[in-house]
């Protein structure tokens, strides 16, 4: 899996192992995963609950988890992981009528423009530095116009899981400034603790620090 490569590089990652490995064992890869009731997760699903019927993309979604909750409420929703062992086990996991599919948001994901009302993408964009601002634009591509965007990416502080990493706040307020209109955005502190995750991946306790940014699409 060449596009991979960077994702999954032990040698830049070397607390986080092999996420592959993982997802084939249906382990948690990353903290929060399972917990419904982290504030990521609780303000996404807050916002989705106040709009009217809404079509939901989940990027990044792992097993489905999210994509499974949200499904359960009636919402229609449809989830992306770039790890196809991730997406074969959140089916098994929650069953095959899932919408759950293979994507990769950096070459672009496999949806006509202006598909969705609201688009979350959590975590996603922390591997993905390099490519910000494409992935920011295939983002921009699936969301409709006056769409809503949730998304997260963790800030260079005491977070030692990550090398490469949004040096502070602004820099990425100001990069998503130039596709979408920010509403409003937060920072989350939390722990990273090998009890919260199987220890393989993280074997250390940390503090982490998220900012979780909601933004329209321009009409």
């Not at 999954?8 to 990353?30: P, S, T, W």
């Not at 999210?66 to 992981?81: P, R």
């Not at 996603?124 to 601002?133: E, G, R």
Request: glycine share 6%; proline share 2%; net charge negative.
């Amino acid at each position: 899996m060449k596009h991979n490569e960077y994702i999954f590089d032990i040698q830049k990652r070397k607390v986080i192992r092999d996420f592959e490995g993982a997802y084939k064992n249906l382990e948690c890869v990353y903290p929060d995963q399972f917990n419904l009731e982290s504030p990521k997760f609780q303000l996404a699903l807050h916002r989705a609950c106040l709009m009217d019927s809404p079509s939901v993309l989940d990027v990044g979604a792992g097993y489905g988890v999210f994509v499974n909750a949200l499904s359960k409420l009636d919402i229609d929703c449809t989830g992306v992981d770039i790890s196809a062992s991730a997406v074969n086990k959140g089916k098994e996991k929650y069953g095959k009528q899932l919408k759950l599919y293979q994507g990769d948001l950096v070459k672009g994901l496999d949806f006509q423009k202006g598909s969705f009302d609201y688009v979350i993408c959590f975590g996603v964009l922390t591997w993905l530095l390099d490519s910000l601002d494409q992935c920011l634009g295939n983002l921009k591509h699936v969301l409709k116009s006056d769409g809503l965007l949730a998304i997260s990416i963790s800030i260079k502080d005491t977070n030692v899981f990550f090398r490469d990493i949004i040096s502070n706040e602004n820099d990425f307020l100001n990069l998503v400034s130039k596709h979408f209109i920010i509403t409003d955005f937060l920072v989350h502190y939390h722990e990273i603790s090998p009890t919260e995750s199987n220890p393989q991946h993280f074997d250390i306790s940390t503090q982490a620090r998220d900012l979780i940014v909601f933004c329209r699409n321009e009409q």
